[in-house]
């Protein structure tokens, strides 16, 4: 493919990133996650899960069915609004 095949626009990984992180052996989700950032911008992985996890498919070989889904970890103690509304 020609040019920049963007998959996480939020943390704006892309596939050349994602066949990178498999050629190095990160051969799952959380393992790619951690190498490339994919998942931990705005959407929290929700727009760009499925690209991912068909980008290590190729990229691997495996089974769709083989690659498990990462660690959602929400914060570990929920921000107050005050803090959003600037008081």
């Known amino acids: 493919m020609p040019g920049k095949v963007i998959l996480c626009r939020c943390e704006d990984v892309t596939l050349a990133d ?12 959380e393992e790619v996650k951690r190498y490339t950032g994919f998942g931990t911008g705005p959407c ?6 499925r690209e991912i996890a068909l980008a290590i ?3 691997t070989g495996k089974l769709p069915g083989e690659i ?3 660690t959602s970890r929400p914060p570990l103690v929920p921000t107050p ?3 959003f509304a600037g008081r």
């Open 68 to 70: 498990e889904p990462f």
């Open 44 to 49: 929290q992985g929700k727009e760009c899960l």
């Open 81 to 83: 609004l005050k803090i």
């Open 18 to 29: 994602v066949q990178h992180a498999c050629a190095l052996g990160y051969g799952d989700l």
């Open 57 to 59: 498919v190729a990229a």
